[in-house]
């Protein structure tokens, strides 16, 4: 069974801090790995793609890889308020029947 | 930015009528996908499809059936709606035919279905 791990919160956090959010995968196999933000009644939306170890920088968010940890974090640099919302950490199956997403973790940010 | 359209965003209608919802995408994405998450929940996979003539069943058990036709027309359809089946409806494509999928899925606006 593959599965994706994350922490539901939710996670408050003051406005202007970084926000760390993680994630572990069971599926060893798993190449990708993505980070999608989700506002409340509105469809998912990719921020962040992964797919080698190490860390990966766009704009105010960072993703950080670590396949032998099993391990996927995502921080997000001076947070606003608007960064108040859901966040899927998904990973790819192996197969084809699409991605493997996480619970998500709600993140509000306090002003 | 992706171009993937669902028709219509909101649909209340009454129990026993059947319905379809419409995904389009201009990608020319092989992969299509179904999800549905009720609110605050998390998404469930309910059908996928390879691409031209194939369709699969996702994980969550649904009464729903889709088709693909067209590459860029997958279409869910509920024979006969149920108050059970109220809940948001999101389709999703990503590129890359056959295989493991590695790449990103691009997800639709949805549909908030309510069935009455």
């Known amino acids: 069974q593959k599965e994706v791990e994350q922490n539901s919160g939710p996670l408050s956090v003051p406005e202007g801090a970084i926000a760390s959010l993680n994630c572990t995968y069971s599926?060893?196999?798993?190449?990708?790995f993505f980070w999608y933000r989700q506002y409340s009644g509105k469809s998912p939306e990719l921020i962040m793609s992964?797919?080698?170890?190490g860390d990966k920088e766009d704009g105010r968010f960072t993703a950080q890889l670590n396949k032998a940890s099993q391990y996927v974090s995502l921080l997000i640099r001076d947070s606003q308020p608007s960064d108040s919302a859901t966040y899927l950490c998904?990973?790819?199956?192996?197969?084809?029947?699409?991605?493997?997403f996480g619970k998500g973790t709600h993140l509000i940010i306090q002003p | 930015e992706a171009d993937i359209y669902q028709t219509p965003r909101y649909l209340v209608i009454g129990t026993g009528k059947k319905i379809t919802l419409e995904c389009s995408q201009t990608?020319?994405?092989?992969?299509m996908y179904w999800y549905q998450q009720d609110p605050g929940m998390e998404l469930h996979l309910i059908h996928y499809?390879?691409?031209?003539?194939?369709?699969e069943k996702g994980d969550l058990s649904s009464e729903s059936t889709v088709s693909r036709i067209r590459t860029e027309h997958f279409p869910l359809t509920l024979e006969s709606a149920r108050p059970s089946h109220t809940s948001q409806y999101l389709c999703?494509?990503?590129?890359?035919?056959?295989?493991?999928?590695?790449?990103?899925?691009?997800f639709g606006n949805g549909t908030r279905l309510t069935v009455t």
């Open positions: 990608m020319g994405h092989d992969k």
């Open positions: 499809s390879y691409g031209v003539n194939s369709t």
């Open positions: 992964i797919y080698s170890n």
């Open positions: 599926d060893r196999g798993s190449q990708s």
């Open positions: 999703a494509s990503s590129e890359g035919g056959g295989g493991a999928t590695n790449s990103p899925l691009h």
């Open positions: 998904a990973g790819s199956g192996g197969g084809a029947d699409g991605l493997t």
